[in-house]
C-alpha cells in the first residue's frame, strides 16, 4: 500500500507564474489536507477536502490559491501569480474515512516551492 | 476554532535523560490528539496518539498523558537517544486539526 504521494517534490516558479502540487492521498482514504510549513516553523492549516467537496478552507489565503479534489484523479493546489513569500514546503495528508472514527493523518514528502 | 499551544519551542537534553514537550488547546470539542515528528527535510511521521476516552498511553521509550479538565497533554520521551533529535509537533482535532508551533529536540551524545 503505497503511502501519500506528492509531485512534485520540488518546484521552481518566477514571480508572476502558476504553480500546482499534486497530492494522491493513500489508497482507501477519501480526505485530503493541506498544510504549509515556513522554513524554521510549524505546520499551518490551508484546507481539508473529501472527493468533490471542500469541506474546510479557513487557512486558505483568499486570492491566489484555490485547491480542488476531483472524482478522479489527484488533490491539486494551485497558487496563481505566486510572489517569493508563497516560497514554503507544501505538505500534504489524508486519513481515512470519519464513519470509522479514524482520525489519523498520513503525511506526503512534501513539495518545496522556491519563488525566484 | 481550536488553537494549540505548544513549550518548549526549543530542548536539549542529555542522551539518556527524559524530554517532556507540553501542549494545551482550546476547543473542548477536541477528542483527537496526535504527535508528529519531523526530521530535517523530511515529512512528520505519526508516532503516537491519543484519544479523549483514555489518560496516558505508552508505546516503548514513548508516551503521552491527556488531562481533559485542564485541556493539556503532554509527550514523554525516557532514555532519550541522538536519534530522538527532531521537532516534534503536538496536534488537537475536533471539527478540523491543529498543529503547536513544535519544539526542536536536540539530544546531547
Known amino acids: 500500500n503505497a503511502g501519500v504521494m506528492q509531485n512534485p517534490r520540488h518546484l521552481v516558479r518566477r514571480r508572476g507564474q502558476e504553480a500546482r502540487l499534486r497530492c494522491s492521498p493513500m489508497?482507501?482514504?477519501?480526505?485530503v489536507y493541506w498544510y504549509r510549513q515556513l522554513p524554521e516553523e510549524g505546520l499551518k492549516f490551508m484546507v481539508y477536502?473529501?472527493?468533490?467537496?471542500?469541506?474546510?478552507e479557513s487557512g486558505m489565503p483568499k486570492e491566489r490559491f484555490s485547491a480542488e479534489f476531483p472524482k478522479e484523479g489527484p488533490s491539486i493546489l494551485r497558487i496563481q501569480q505566486v510572489v517569493r513569500g508563497d516560497s514554503a514546503a507544501y505538505f500534504c495528508?489524508?486519513?481515512?474515512?470519519?464513519?470509522?472514527?479514524?482520525?489519523?493523518?498520513?503525511f506526503g514528502p512534501g513539495t518545496r516551492l522556491t519563488v525566484t | 476554532g481550536e488553537n494549540v499551544e505548544q513549550h518548549p519551542s526549543t530542548l536539549s537534553v542529555q542522551e539518556g535523560d527524559s524530554a517532556v514537550i507540553k501542549c494545551t488547546y482550546s476547543?473542548?470539542?477536541?477528542?483527537?490528539f496526535p504527535w508528529y515528528k519531523q526530521e530535517l527535510g523530511k515529512r512528520p511521521q505519526l508516532i503516537i496518539d491519543?484519544?479523549?476516552?483514555?489518560g496516558e498511553k505508552k508505546d516503548q521509550r514513548i508516551a503521552v498523558t491527556l488531562n481533559k479538565t485542564a485541556k493539556h497533554f503532554s509527550l514523554h520521551i525516557t532514555e532519550t537517544q541522538p536519534e530522538d533529535s527532531a521537532v516534534y509537533f503536538c496536534?488537537?482535532?475536533?471539527?478540523?486539526?491543529?498543529f503547536g508551533a513544535g519544539t526542536r529536540l536536540t539530544v546531547k551524545p
Open positions: 495528508a489524508s486519513s481515512p474515512t470519519q464513519r470509522g472514527a479514524s482520525y489519523e493523518q498520513y
Open positions: 489508497k482507501g482514504h477519501s480526505h
Open positions: 477536502l473529501q472527493k468533490e467537496n471542500i469541506i474546510d
Open positions: 476547543d473542548s470539542a477536541s477528542n483527537y
Open positions: 491519543i484519544r479523549s476516552n483514555v
Open positions: 496536534a488537537a482535532r475536533g471539527n478540523d486539526m491543529r
